[in-house]
């Protein structure tokens, strides 16, 4: 670790050179302040991503087929919750508070994932959802375990896990409605024609179109760049989408003998970019709830505060 103590020009080659050797930083560790800035942003923004996420599937509770499609449902949108709660106490290990955080996310200045504004039309969303936006998750989140920061390192630990859960989940609910009725498949693929671009976009804008990417990857919080993740996750897809039957929504969709990877078609990044600027097509709604939300917990907050002062006058008096 790099000292308090050192001089403050031999401090940030120390770090680099710590980095360098896959050791990892912790909270109580000096860090340059890009570094920290970096990290909030980045783990902010996933713990948001994780809370917002919610919404489009929870749209379906109430509405799950069957009971144990229901329990699945329930327990994957709750495993979400708990993502986002590992990820703000992650962020908050780096002088940031949850208060900050959450104002941030409502006053626009903070990002979720920009496939959260997408809306969920039908039930077979609920499986695209697993199996292409959980797919997607996974394949960015896996590298993160060897993040350089240790409290999101050993937070994506158990997030990678559980979102291996729904993966799995999704593909399997694809799965049964792809070998059912004709209009159980067509609904399969009508949800994997909407869901295969934002999934695509899910690994942010090209590389060369990527300006903190350099920083992220030499700091060792990003291990590969955003146009790699899309390729391996692009690879993955094709193959379980030839498993079920349905057709990706690319008519440019190749495979290339040369480098051994599929190339897609034309990414509509505009599209991306519109979306990421709140102009999605649920953008609106998600923030609507998420406030709402906000406000009708406020009497929560208010009252384990309370709580928590009551205790701490009560310990003191017994301490006197
Ligand atoms: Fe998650
Ligand atoms: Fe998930």
């Known amino acids: 670790m790099v ?10 080659e120390q770090f680099d050179a710590w980095v360098a050797d896959e050791n990892k930083v912790e909270p109580q560790d000096w860090m340059p302040e890009g570094y920290a800035k970096t990290l909030v942003r980045q783990i902010s923004q996933h713990a948001h991503s994780e809370i917002i996420g919610m919404q489009p599937e929870g749209n379906w509770i109430t509405r799950a087929p069957s009971l144990r499609r229901k329990a699945i449902l329930l ?6 919750a708990g993502h986002g709660l590992y990820l703000y106490s992650a962020a908050e290990t780096l002088n940031v ?5 959450e104002a941030d996310l409502m006053s626009g200045k903070a990002k979720y994932s920009s496939i959260f504004n997408y ?20 394949v960015n989140q896996i590298p993160l375990c060897r993040c350089s920061y240790g409290p999101y390192a050993r937070a994506m630990i158990r997030v990678c896990k559980e979102e291996s859960f729904h993966q799995r989940q999704g593909f399997e609910l694809m799965m049964a409605l792809s070998q059912g009725t004709p209009e159980q498949k067509a609904m399969a693929q009508d949800a994997l024609n909407r869901w295969w671009w934002p999934a695509v976009q899910m690994f942010g804008p090209p590389d060369h179109d990527s300006p903190h990417s350099a920083q992220s990857m030499a700091w060792k919080i990003k291990r590969f760049s955003n146009d790699d993740l899309r390729q391996k996750f692009i690879d993955m897809a094709v193959k379980q989408a030839q498993a079920l039957h349905i057709e990706i929504p690319d008519p440019d969709l190749k495979f290339n003998e040369e480098t051994g990877h599929w ?43 309370a709580f928590a002062a009551k205790e701490r006058a009560r310990a003191e008096k017994v301490a006197a």
């Open 263 to 305: 190339d897609t078609g034309e990414i509509n990044w505009d599209e991306f970019w519109a979306v990421v600027k709140g102009h999605g097509p649920c953008s609106r709604e998600r923030m609507a709830n998420r406030r709402k939300a906000h406000n009708d917990g406020a009497w929560v907050r208010e009252a384990a505060t």
């Open 3 to 12: 000292h308090e103590a050192s001089a403050p020009d031999e401090r940030a």
């Open 75 to 80: 327990a994957k949108v709750q495993d979400e």
């Open 119 to 138: 809306p969920t039309l039908t039930w077979a969303d609920v499986g695209a959802i697993g199996w292409l936006v959980d797919g997607a998750a996974i």
């Open 97 to 101: 508070s949850r208060d900050q955080m």
